[in-house]
């Protein structure tokens, strides 16, 4: 039902970012949900609020600037920190990356963040007020497929995903994987093509569209010899990643071992210290491998608490409400 007290919204993101986790998880289901709730997402002449995703206005800053003189609230909302991206990997995708956010900021209103430490980076780096609206799952959009894995046989499996731009990532799991402790486990590495020659011996997945990715990890939860690591170097960008990769491996039925920093030693059960040498991380990732369905199980708790949309849209609407009425 319509609730005339909410702003009326439209939603501006790149079109190459179209069926993309930021896409989904930054536009779709805040969309969704937001109308679901009696919002307005309309046009960007109608609009109250123009929000505007990651590198959305890289073809749009004239129209921005026309909204903005209209007297439409621009906000900007970043789920990364673009001033500490690796520029040789993101540069080559969009080039001037920095230059686009910063002039897409000097626009906006406000600004949305996924967490508190990309918050604080954000406030220094713009000038704006910055809210926080946490990313969260609709468990309506996790359908079983028919996927194919590859054949992992019985033997204890590690499975790490991610993208270009956690390149130095994987190399710390290389290291790892090097060890007198790790010749038990087969590793799966899920990602780019850029991923798969890292860590010798692994078996790759290639990427796949967003419905594949969730039937995937779906399937791959159905393993009772599986557990997800991710391994994070102590480094600015890191501090500001999200909760995602904990939240999509417990709702699909991956335990999981995590590097203690950002979002994660809030909410993930089991978490390895930023500074942790290939050796710790070896002993620790043992350790919860034999500790896996206890880990699950406490995660799987916690997710509950925190984890899904239908709550979760409460964060968007109150951010929209003290926007246009700030």
Wanted: glycine share 8%; hydrophobic share 40%; net charge neutral.
């Amino acid at each position: 039902m319509f609730n005339p007290f909410l702003p009326k919204v439209a939603f501006i993101y790149l079109s190459g970012t179209l069926g993309s986790a930021c896409w989904w998880y930054r536009i779709q289901l805040p969309k969704v949900y937001y109308a679901l709730c009696g919002g307005s997402v309309v046009g960007l002449a109608e609009a109250d609020i123009i929000h505007v995703a990651r590198l959305g206005a890289a073809t749009r800053l004239d129209t921005l600037k026309k909204l903005k003189d209209d007297g439409k609230k621009i906000i900007y909302d970043l789920d990364d920190d673009f001033w500490l991206l690796r520029s040789d990997v993101y540069d080559k995708a969009v080039p001037g990356y920095v230059d686009i956010v910063n002039n897409t900021a000097s626009l906006c209103d406000a600004a949305i963040v996924t967490n508190q430490s990309l918050a604080d980076q954000v406030t220094v780096m713009t000038g704006k007020p910055v809210y926080i609206a946490p990313n969260f799952l609709c468990t309506k959009s996790w359908t079983e497929n028919s996927i194919k894995l590859p054949d992992l046989g019985y033997k204890p499996t590690l499975l790490a995903s991610g993208n270009d731009g956690h390149i130095n990532d994987f190399k710390l799991l290389a290291k790892i994987m090097r060890l007198p402790e790790m010749m038990q486990f087969q590793l799966i590495i899920w990602g780019s093509e850029h991923l798969k020659n890292i860590v010798p011996g692994s078996i790759w997945m290639p990427r796949v569209d967003l419905k594949s990715y969730f039937s995937t990890l779906l399937e791959l939860g159905k393993l009772l010899n599986i557990i997800g690591v991710i391994p994070l170097e102590d480094i600015g960008f890191n501090k500001s990643v999200s909760r995602l990769k904990w939240m999509e491996y417990t709702y699909a039925g991956i335990p999981g071992i995590y590097s203690n920093l950002a979002e994660y030693p809030e909410y993930a059960n089991c978490t390895v210290p930023g500074n942790a040498t290939a050796k710790q991380w070896a002993e620790q990732i043992v350790d919860a491998y034999e500790r896996r369905q206890e880990i699950l199980a406490k995660d799987k708790q916690r997710l509950t608490e925190v984890g899904y949309m239908d709550t979760g849209v409460k964060y968007w609407e109150d951010i929209f409400l003290s926007v246009a009425h700030g």
